[in-house]
């Protein structure tokens, strides 16, 4: 299994945990990747793991990527190849083990990646590795419904070769969390907060510009709320100075990087979770891991018509503008729906539950196989 980016973002949350449903289904695994700094994988016993550490240089850092890659597999052996998105330091080494051992390879394509780039020569470079990389696989798989068309429509990739595998979460850790008490201590939030969370990458996809505005107007207006910001990226710092420029640095709190095997703790102790994306392109490819992870939590979820929200229409409030959140916030905080709940993280346990989805994934490589 080769993760094309870090192991902190949420396609490398996702890829992790495919390879441990895997390798609990008996399979061999290797799982290689970069990895960010000051970030840590928990490890696993049952799977073999190599990492190069991100240096911030990126083209140095794929072409390090593409050499741990090829290298290990190599001595690896693989009889199937899992490529997380059409990036060089996957495919290559992907593509030329399927030449040297007759590996079945295959590629999950979970964003529109070069939708994020202003910049027409990056966008340009980003688009053609979309365009060249998936034609040479035995299979390509998709967690969103936008995306398996486009797979179909304009990659042209035959449909027997396209698999929908739904975007997952490792629901039993969620059902069955409790509220994290060093994270309770450690921001400070006592029995009468109201707690938010909104859990994001602070990168260039973040929409944090647009989200931070609402938050404030939202906390000018209610004094017992404050707000977990759960994520990291380049535009973090840039974020806090924008919240101390409000005066709510106190309300609106940072937490950083946080485990993802601490993140069902950490949202247990909120009541609501919001989830934005800007109406965008890139977005509307998008499936939201927050949004299935807040309500498997027990959170009463705010989130916008955009990605795949609509598919928890009976479980969430949708929001067309982001104008509407902060009314739409103060009314969930209220809510206490035991009933709502329980359905909404039964959806989420019977349809997208890890287990289930990589147990059936399996059965149709191997059936594929024969």
Same mark, same amino acid.
């Given at each position: 299994?080769?993760?094309?980016?870090?192991?902190?973002?949420?396609?490398?949350?996702?890829?992790?945990?495919?390879?441990?449903? *895997? %390798?609990?289904?008996?399979?061999?695994?290797?799982? +290689?990747? /970069?990895?960010?700094?000051?970030?840590?994988?928990?490890?696993?016993?049952?799977?073999?793991?190599?990492?190069? /550490?991100?240096?911030?240089?990126?083209?140095?850092?794929?072409?390090?990527?593409?050499?741990?890659?090829?290298?290990?597999?190599?001595?690896?052996?693989? =009889?199937?190849?899992?490529?997380?998105?059409?990036?060089?330091?996957?495919?290559?080494?992907?593509?030329?083990?399927?030449?040297?051992?007759?590996?079945?390879?295959?590629?999950?394509?979970? =964003?529109?990646?070069?939708?994020?780039?202003?910049?027409?020569?990056?966008?340009?470079?980003?688009?053609?590795?979309?365009?060249?990389?998936?034609?040479?696989?035995?299979?390509?798989?998709?967690?969103?419904?936008?995306?398996?068309?486009?797979?179909?429509?304009?990659?042209?990739?035959?449909?027997?070769?396209?698999?929908?595998?739904? &975007?997952?979460?490792?629901?039993?850790?969620?059902?069955?969390?409790?509220?994290?008490?060093?994270?309770?201590?450690?921001?400070?939030?006592?029995?009468?907060?109201?707690?938010?969370?909104?859990? %994001?990458?602070?990168?260039?996809?973040? =929409?944090?510009?647009?989200?931070? @505005?609402? +938050? !404030?107007?939202?906390? &000018?207006?209610?004094?017992?709320?404050?707000? +977990?910001?759960?994520?990291?990226?380049?535009?973090?710092?840039?974020?806090?100075?924008?919240?101390? %420029?409000?005066?709510?640095?106190? /309300?609106?709190?940072?937490?950083?990087?946080?485990?993802?095997?601490?993140? @069902?703790?950490? *949202?247990?102790?909120?009541?609501?979770?919001?989830?934005?994306?800007?109406?965008?392109?890139?977005?509307?490819?998008?499936?939201?891991?927050?949004?299935?992870?807040? +309500?498997?939590?027990?959170?009463?979820?705010?989130?916008?018509?955009?990605?795949?929200?609509?598919?928890?229409?009976?479980?969430?409030?949708?929001?067309?503008?982001?104008?509407?959140?902060?009314? %739409?916030?103060?009314?969930?905080?209220?809510?206490?729906?035991?009933?709502?709940?329980?359905?909404?993280?039964?959806?989420?346990?019977?349809?997208?539950?890890?287990?289930?989805? !990589?147990?059936?994934?399996?059965?149709?490589?191997?059936?594929?196989?024969?």
């Amino acid at each position: 299994m080769l993760n094309s980016i870090t192991n902190e973002s949420g396609g490398g949350v996702q890829f992790w945990s495919i390879a441990k449903e *895997l %390798a609990g289904l008996g399979c061999e695994v290797l799982f +290689l990747e /970069r990895t960010a700094p000051r970030t840590k994988r928990r490890k696993n016993s049952r799977i073999r793991y190599g990492a190069i /550490r991100d240096t911030g240089l990126l083209g140095l850092d794929i072409l390090r990527a593409t050499s741990l890659n090829l290298f290990r597999g190599l001595l690896f052996k693989p =009889d199937y190849v899992f490529a997380l998105k059409p990036m060089p330091n996957t495919c290559i080494p992907a593509l030329l083990l399927k030449a040297i051992f007759k590996s079945t390879v295959i590629l999950d394509i979970d =964003d529109l990646d070069f939708a994020y780039y202003s910049d027409r020569f990056k966008q340009g470079l980003v688009r053609s590795w979309f365009s060249r990389f998936p034609q040479h696989f035995d299979l390509v798989t998709t967690p969103s419904a936008y995306l398996q068309d486009y797979i179909l429509e304009d990659l042209r990739i035959p449909r027997e070769r396209v698999y929908f595998l739904a &975007q997952g979460i490792e629901s039993e850790r969620f059902l069955r969390a409790s509220p994290n008490e060093f994270y309770r201590k450690k921001y400070g939030i006592d029995g009468n907060d109201k707690i938010v969370v909104y859990s %994001a990458s602070l990168g260039i996809t973040s =929409d944090f510009d647009v989200v931070l @505005p609402m +938050l !404030v107007e939202l906390l &000018q207006n209610s004094q017992d709320i404050k707000i +977990l910001v759960i994520g990291d990226g380049v535009r973090k710092e840039y974020f806090n100075s924008e919240v101390k %420029a409000s005066g709510q640095q106190n /309300r609106i709190i940072f937490t950083g990087y946080i485990p993802h095997s601490d993140m @069902p703790g950490l *949202l247990r102790l909120a009541q609501v979770g919001i989830n934005y994306m800007a109406p965008s392109v890139a977005n509307q490819y998008r499936a939201s891991i927050k949004v299935r992870e807040y +309500l498997a939590a027990g959170l009463n979820v705010v989130c916008n018509p955009v990605g795949d929200a609509e598919i928890f229409q009976d479980y969430v409030v949708l929001c067309p503008a982001i104008e509407e959140f902060p009314d %739409a916030i103060r009314r969930a905080l209220e809510i206490n729906n035991h009933e709502m709940i329980r359905a909404a993280r039964a959806f989420v346990e019977n349809r997208y539950s890890w287990p289930r989805l !990589v147990e059936k994934f399996l059965g149709h490589l191997i059936n594929s196989d024969e």
